[in-house]
């Protein structure tokens, strides 16, 4: 099975741009989280999509937004980019089925530089 | 929220030693595992253990849930593990609530 894939791998914005971030789940996954890493504050939960429908959100702004597609794919937006927003953004599945359905795989990340 | 507490923080060995690398969380949880993060960020999973012990080659891990604790074995370290581990936990959703990460040193 292809692992979970992350679009662009890099990408520089400058303040007050917006980006949108890309994963593809594993075949056959239905959840996808994402996670943001910085040095400060380490790896923080963003929020998580189910079946097209966000089931959990983290402690992030408004400005933080994602969505899933029926084909269990998923995107994440960042309106009004600032300089903290600096971070490796990583994707996550999680199969929904069998003894090990909690285990999350993630993707290799998209790292945004902020200018 | 669950907190994660991850020691040491730091771990410099040499080549063919030993370590162990502890993780201790504040409630009951559904999950547990320890990932590796490689030099180009990406986090790869290493166990999957929310209670018991497991083996993989050089690596092991044991998971006391009753006790709140988890333990990485790392036998016979080679250069190659060097880099973070971090552990990570589910409570009663679906959101990980990782530790701050050991940075793991193998000198050769």
């Known amino acids: 099975k292809a692992g979970v894939t992350q679009t662009p791998r890099y990408l520089i914005k400058t303040r007050g741009q917006q980006v949108t971030l890309s994963c593809s789940p594993i075949s056959g996954h239905r959840s996808v989280s994402w996670y943001q890493q910085t040095p400060g504050q380490g790896l923080q939960f963003l929020f998580e999509?189910?079946?097209?429908?966000?089931?959990n959100k983290g402690n992030f702004p408004g400005r933080f937004s994602g969505r899933q597609f029926s084909n269990s794919r998923s995107e994440m937006n960042v309106s009004t980019l600032e300089l903290g927003d600096s971070a490796l953004y990583l994707c996550?599945?999680?199969?929904?089925?069998?003894?090990?359905?909690?285990?999350?795989?993630f993707g290799p990340g998209t790292r945004l530089t902020v200018l | 929220g669950i907190q994660v507490e991850q020691s040491p923080p730091d771990l410099i060995l040499q080549e063919g030693a030993n370590s162990t690398l502890r993780c201790n969380f504040s409630d009951s949880v559904n999950n547990l595992q320890w990932f590796h993060q490689n030099p180009w960020g990406q986090l790869i999973n290493l166990f999957y253990?929310?209670?018991g012990t497991k083996q993989n080659g050089r690596l092991s891990a044991t998971t006391v849930a009753t006790e709140r604790y988890s333990l990485l074995y790392i036998s016979s370290s080679q250069t190659t593990d060097s880099g973070v581990y971090f552990c990570?936990?589910?409570?009663?959703?679906?959101?990980?609530?990782f530790g701050k990460g050991t940075l793991l040193t193998v000198n050769p």
């Open positions: 990570a936990v589910v409570g009663s959703n679906y959101k990980l609530t």
């Open positions: 996550a599945s999680r199969g929904t089925g069998g003894s090990s359905y909690n285990e999350q795989f």
């Open positions: 253990i929310p209670s």
């Open positions: 999509y189910f079946s097209e429908t966000q089931r």
